[in-house]
């Protein structure tokens, strides 16, 4: 008998008990219901939602923009999710602009501001840019002793978005570094501006222009005149690494994951969006290239090296 009362009170002990550290049930009693939206099939995104499904114990839906938005509207009006886990900026951009009749968070946005997406009674996110101080961090790993005195440029389109370079800017000052920024009104003039400041600097800080970087032919006249000068090259990936960058600080995609499965528990646990805010990314990877490093004389020493998850030889 007193082993019956011994299991009767245990099997009353765990339906009584309080949640544990898994995903909050939703308002229904179920498991939580997550809607994915991403704004392109691309592999970052697929990739970035593969790891959220593994850390994730609740059900996750997904559709892909641009498939007929005013139909999934209609469908997520219809039948409600938890939570709305919007992939990319034209994802976040949709499920704020339609008001969805559940939280949001998005996720894979570099400058969310720059999309107008700001936390609010409904809505925060994660964004994908690595602050110049972070980058900052990864030089300073490989530079030798006085790096203060490394000269630093910048190049910077008419009309371009101010805010990035000011940043860098700060950051740099705040440390010590002189900083240079050469201007340019068209990526025409990329050749006049890069010789301009290859002249005076010793490093050639990446800033976030889709109408310079993501060109490949220009991105290739960077990386090659710089290696011909001397002048290291700060990316904005690993991919730039790769192609010639001495080093770059950037997310990786897939375990970044993990932080959106993190927050979306804390969302549906009553969490407070306001109070979630815009969190910067968790996991920064730091790439370097030593044939980068050995041909414009740099030494890198082997516990620098260590700090740098991806090493290209």
Same mark, same amino acid.
């Given at each position: 008998m007193r082993t019956a009362a011994k299991i009767l009170a245990l099997l009353a002990m765990l339906i009584m008990a309080p949640p544990g550290n898994g995903d909050a049930s939703a308002a229904s009693g179920g498991?939580?219901?997550?809607?994915?939206?991403?704004?392109?099939?691309?592999? /970052?995104?697929?990739?970035?939602?593969?790891?959220?499904?593994?850390?994730?114990?609740?059900?996750?839906? !997904?559709?892909?923009? /641009?498939?007929?938005a005013a139909d999934l509207e209609k469908k997520l009006r219809r039948d409600p999710p938890d939570l709305v886990l919007?992939?990319?900026?034209?994802?976040?951009?949709?499920?704020?602009?339609?008001?969805? /009749?559940?939280?949001?968070?998005f996720a894979m946005v570099y400058d969310p501001a720059k999309h107008g997406l700001a936390a609010g009674e409904s809505i925060c996110g994660i964004e994908l840019k690595v602050s110049p101080e972070k980058t900052l961090e990864a030089l300073e790993t490989v530079l030798p002793s006085g790096a203060a005195r490394t000269r630093v440029g910048a190049l910077v389109r008419e009309g371009s978005d101010p805010s990035e370079a000011e940043a860098l800017r700060k950051a740099l000052e705040a440390g010590g570094y002189p900083i240079s920024i050469e201007g340019l009104s068209t990526p025409e003039e990329l050749p006049r501006a890069l010789e301009n400041l290859l002249a005076r600097i010793d490093a050639l800080w990446l800033l976030m222009? /889709?109408?310079?970087?993501? !060109?490949?032919?220009?991105?290739?006249?960077?990386?090659? !005149?710089?290696?011909?000068?001397?002048?290291?090259?700060?990316?904005?990936?690993?991919?730039?690494?790769?192609?010639?960058?001495?080093?770059?600080?950037?997310?990786d995609y897939y375990l970044e994951g993990d932080h959106s499965a993190r927050l979306a528990r804390e969302i549906l646990e009553g969490a407070d969006p306001r109070q979630i805010g815009v969190q910067p990314p968790e996991n920064v990877i730091w790439s370097l290239n030593l044939r980068v490093a050995k041909e414009i004389g740099l030494n890198v020493p082997p516990l620098s090296r260590k700090r740098f998850e991806k090493v290209y030889q």
């Amino acid at each position: 008998m007193r082993t019956a009362a011994k299991i009767l009170a245990l099997l009353a002990m765990l339906i009584m008990a309080p949640p544990g550290n898994g995903d909050a049930s939703a308002a229904s009693g179920g498991k939580p219901r997550v809607f994915a939206i991403l704004s392109s099939g691309a592999k /970052p995104y697929q990739d970035h939602l593969e790891r959220f499904k593994l850390r994730f114990s609740g059900s996750v839906d !997904e559709a892909v923009l /641009p498939n007929n938005a005013a139909d999934l509207e209609k469908k997520l009006r219809r039948d409600p999710p938890d939570l709305v886990l919007a992939l990319g900026p034209a994802a976040a951009r949709f499920a704020k602009g339609t008001d969805l /009749p559940a939280p949001v968070l998005f996720a894979m946005v570099y400058d969310p501001a720059k999309h107008g997406l700001a936390a609010g009674e409904s809505i925060c996110g994660i964004e994908l840019k690595v602050s110049p101080e972070k980058t900052l961090e990864a030089l300073e790993t490989v530079l030798p002793s006085g790096a203060a005195r490394t000269r630093v440029g910048a190049l910077v389109r008419e009309g371009s978005d101010p805010s990035e370079a000011e940043a860098l800017r700060k950051a740099l000052e705040a440390g010590g570094y002189p900083i240079s920024i050469e201007g340019l009104s068209t990526p025409e003039e990329l050749p006049r501006a890069l010789e301009n400041l290859l002249a005076r600097i010793d490093a050639l800080w990446l800033l976030m222009d /889709p109408g310079l970087i993501s !060109e490949r032919q220009y991105l290739d006249l960077v990386l090659n !005149e710089s290696l011909d000068r001397k002048v290291a090259v700060i990316g904005l990936s690993d991919e730039h690494v790769r192609m010639g960058a001495l080093l770059a600080t950037s997310v990786d995609y897939y375990l970044e994951g993990d932080h959106s499965a993190r927050l979306a528990r804390e969302i549906l646990e009553g969490a407070d969006p306001r109070q979630i805010g815009v969190q910067p990314p968790e996991n920064v990877i730091w790439s370097l290239n030593l044939r980068v490093a050995k041909e414009i004389g740099l030494n890198v020493p082997p516990l620098s090296r260590k700090r740098f998850e991806k090493v290209y030889q």
